[in-house]
C-alpha cells in the first residue's frame, strides 16, 4: 500500500537528506524528530515506492565484474580478481603483481600475520607491493627453503622482501622445503623453532600460495627439489599441481605419497585453518590446479588471468 502524501514527501525529504547531503540517519532523526529506526524503516520503504532508484554503473575501465561474479557463485568462493592475459607472461605476472599488491593494501589493516610459499608469481606480486607502515603485521614463511637461497623466488628471500615493504617482522622456518627421508623430517620438526614458525603459519590470517604446475622445465625439477622419476610418479597418481608442495588430484583431493612425509612446512589441511587463503597463479598451463584448489574447497580468495577465467565457467 502506496504511503499518503504527506509521508511521501517526508521520504523524499529524508531520502535527500541521506542520500545526497551525507546526512547520518542519526543526524536525520533528530533533524525531523525520528527515530534512527523510523528513519530506516522510511528509507526502505522510499526505494520501494521508488522514490529512491539506485544505478550501479559499471566504470568504463578494464575489468571483468560479470565473469569475477560468475566464478564466485559456481565456486562458492569469496572473492575472485582477474586480470588481463597478455602474450608476453611477464606482463601478465606483472598485473597479477600489481592486482595483489592493491588487495593486500584494502584487506591489511595492521595487525595480521601474513604467511606465504614461494615461487615465480609470488616472486610477482613482492615485487609489486607498496611501501607500507605496519610494525605489528608479521610475515611468516609456511614451506621450507627451496633451490638456492640466492635464487630471488625463495621463500626466506620473499619473506624478508615482503616483510621490509610493510615495515613488519618477519618470521623465517630455518630448514629445507623437502629433506630426503621421513626420519629426518620428523626430527626437525621437533625443533623448537620450526614448530613455533609452523605454528604461527597455521594461524595466519592471510595466506598467499602460487599454485603449482611442476613441469621437467619447472624450478622444482631443474634445481632437483623433485626427482623427474618423482614427478612421473605424481602424475600417474593423477597429479595436476600442489598447494605448498602437497600436491592433489583433478578434484582437489591429497594424492597420497610418501613425499608428504618429507615436507618442512604446513600440512596440506592446515591451509585449510587460515582465515583467508588467497590462490594466485597465471598462465594457461596453471589452470588444472586453479580449478581443483577450487573444487577442493582450498581458497578463500582467487587472483588470476582472465583467460582462466573464462575457462573456469565453460
Known sequence: MAADPNTQKLMYKIAHAYYEDGYTQQEIGLRFGLSRIKVGRLLEKARQEKIVQISIIEPKIDAFY?????????????????????????????????????????????????????GGTLLAVVEALHNNNWPGVKVVQLLGGLGSSEADMYGADLTIRMAQSFGAKARLLSAP???????????????????????????????????????????VIQSGILSSSELEELETQ????????????????????????????????????????????????????????????????????VKIGQKLLE
Open 177 to 219: 622445503g623437502i629433506v630426503p627421508t621421513k626420519e629426518i623430517c620428523d626430527a626437525l620438526l621437533q625443533d623448537q623453532q620450526i614448530k613455533e614458525t609452523l605454528k604461527l603459519g597455521c594461524s595466519s590470517d592471510i595466506g598467499l600460495i602460487g599454485l603449482g604446475r611442476p613441469s621437467p622445465s619447472s624450478p
Open 238 to 305: 593423477g597429479a595436476v599441481g600442489d598447494i605448498g608442495l602437497h600436491f592433489i588430484d583433478g578434484d582437489g583431493c591429497a594424492i597420497e605419497n610418501e613425499i608428504n612425509d618429507r615436507i618442512i612446512g604446513l600440512k596440506i589441511e592446515e591451509y585449510k585453518n587460515i582465515k583467508k587463503l588467497v590462490g594466485i597463479a597465471a598462465g594457461p598451463e596453471k589452470f588444472e590446479v586453479v580449478k581443483a584448489a577450487l573444487h577442493g574447497n582450498y581458497l578463500n580468495v582467487l587472483i588470476t588471468d
Open 66 to 118: 560479470d565473469l569475477e561474479n560468475q566464478i564466485e557463485k559456481k565456486y562458492k568462493i569469496d572473492e575472485v580478481i582477474l586480470v588481463p592475459s597478455k602474450d608476453d607472461h611477464r606482463r601478465t605476472l606483472m598485473g597479477i603483481g600489481n592486482a595483489t599488491a592493491v588487495f593486500l593494501d584494502r584487506i591489511i589493516t595492521g595487525n595480521e600475520v601474513v604467511g606465504l610459499t614461494w
